[in-house]
């Protein structure tokens, strides 16, 4: 059964350093999703890609965040440098935008932790 | 206002009970809604997809869109304590393929 892929699952950094997580998502699904979720809430969106282009990322801190689609496939989501406030799981979705299907398929995640 | 309102509970049942989940939503201009069950230190795994109003099954699961009152509900019938997670709403626009989250509703189910 095909499924999106993220690495690592977990992750542990110090405040002040970088840190990156890659998405390989379902295949032919042409949007990507990157979405943050702290424990105990929903996840919010950080950043929308069709293809290669980021369709929204309003809700992502570009300062420290930056994400990449370069050739339409797999993603990769960096952060840095890494703050306290940036401890969540970092959720990867992709959906297959064909005729109004817009069902939206997560992976396992990545949590990470700042200390 | 937030896109999308979901009692957090938590909610704790006895196995086999009906339960229902529910969210409301204050923008009519959202067309498609979304179930998600997910496990503790998962991500959220699909349940049910629903577009526009009226009833979805699948199993034990009921999917209900209520266009009118802007409310949704998931219904689970003979509830299981497998069925103990935290289930979340999703709602969307038709446009823009965004969608947006409730905060999630904690279910147990006790033996």
């Known amino acids: 059964e095909a499924e999106v892929a993220q690495s690592p699952r977990y992750k542990i950094t110090e405040k002040s350093q970088a840190v990156a997580f890659w998405c390989d998502p379902i295949?032919?699904?042409?949007?990507l999703y990157w979405y943050r979720q702290i424990l105990g809430q929903g996840p919010e969106l950080l950043v929308q890609?069709?293809?290669?282009?980021?369709?929204?990322d309003s809700q992502l801190p570009k300062d420290r965040f930056s994400a990449e689609r370069l050739k339409g496939v797999d993603s990769t989501l960096k952060i840095q440098p890494a703050e306290l406030g940036d401890s969540a799981m970092y959720l990867c979705?992709?959906?297959?935008?064909?005729?109004?299907?817009?069902?939206?398929?997560f992976g396992q995640g990545t949590r990470l932790t700042v200390v | 206002q937030k896109e999308v309102e979901q009692d957090p509970g938590p909610l704790s049942v006895p196995e086999g009970a009906i339960v229902s989940l529910n969210c409301t939503y204050s923008?009519?201009?959202?067309?498609?809604f979304m179930w998600y069950r997910q496990y503790s230190r998962k991500g959220p795994e699909l349940l049910m997809y629903?577009?526009?109003?009226g009833n979805k099954e699948d199993g034990r699961f009921t999917a209900q869109v209520d266009k009118s009152s802007k409310y949704i509900s998931l219904f689970i019938r003979d509830s299981q304590p497998s069925d103990s997670a935290t289930y979340l709403c999703a709602i969307g626009r038709n446009t823009g393929n965004q969608f947006y989250f409730g905060t999630g509703t904690s279910l147990t189910v006790i033996p």
């Open positions: 890609f069709q293809d290669e282009s980021v369709v929204d």
């Open positions: 979705a992709s959906s297959h935008r064909t005729g109004g299907n817009t069902e939206a398929f």
């Open positions: 295949s032919g699904h042409a949007t």
């Open positions: 629903t577009y526009s109003s």
């Open positions: 923008n009519s201009a959202f067309q498609y």
